[in-house]
């Protein structure tokens, strides 16, 4: 069974650090990975998908990669806002037909002014 | 943003009562899915579905049953609601067959069964 794991569980930096949140899985034969973002007591939003063929993928401030093999991947986020203050939940699908997402449970982040 | 909507957002139930939530596309995406999400747990699939009147199971789908009459509308019922159902629940949409297979997840419907 697939099992992603986020740690820690919660994050507080100050404004402008450049920050890294790491999500391991544990089978590594995945279709893809995708990173969510949550703001509190809204749906998510998708931020960037990985697929099993690329080693990252860019968008903005944004910056994920992914490491098949060692069942890693992390999103780097540069110059931190308080915007940017939300939880990141990562989640990957195996490969296979109609195969499902399974999520960690997210990073809480906290960028203070 | 992708067109989903989901309706009720917010509901108050007995338990014992039946509870249907509805999840509205209109990206003409094939696949749907229904997760429910609860502090300690994450977000964890309940059902899904492939196509028209094509459901599977997810991984905590005891107590709960769906339904997709249209390729739009997928729709989620407890049939009789408990209090361990009390959660937040959401829709995705993803293309299957497209480069990018993304998940597109709705607004949510926060469910409280007292």
């Known amino acids: 069974k697939q099992e992603v794991t986020q740690i820690p569980a919660a994050l507080s930096v100050p404004e402008g650090e450049n920050l890294v949140l790491n999500c391991s899985f544990t089978d590594s034969a995945i279709y893809n990975l995708q990173w969510f973002r949550q703001d509190p007591g809204k749906g998510l939003t998708s931020l960037l998908l990985?697929?099993?063929?690329?080693r990252e993928q860019t968008s903005g401030r944004l910056n994920a990669s992914l490491d098949k093999s060692s069942g890693r991947s992390t999103l780097y986020i540069a110059a931190s806002q308080p915007g940017d203050s939300a939880t990141y939940l990562c989640a990957v699908r195996l490969a296979g037909a109609n195969s499902k997402l399974t999520f960690g449970k997210g990073i809480t982040l906290s960028v203070r002014p | 943003d992708a067109g989903i909507t989901q309706s009720p957002r917010h509901k108050v139930t007995e338990t014992g009562t039946p509870v249907t939530l509805r999840c509205h596309q209109t990206e003409n995406h094939r696949y749907m899915y229904w997760y429910r999400q609860d502090p300690g747990h994450g977000l964890r699939l309940i059902h899904y579905?492939?196509?028209?009147?094509?459901?599977d199971k997810g991984e905590v789908s005891d107590g709960y049953s769906v339904s997709r009459s249209k390729t739009e509308d997928f729709l989620l019922t407890l049939e009789s609601a408990t209090s361990s159902q009390t959660s937040v629940y959401f829709c995705a949409i993803s293309e299957r067959d497209s480069l990018r297979n993304e998940q597109y997840f709705g607004p949510g419907t926060r469910l409280t069964v007292t």
């Open positions: 579905s492939y196509g028209v009147k094509d459901t």
């Open positions: 990985i697929q099993s063929s690329q």
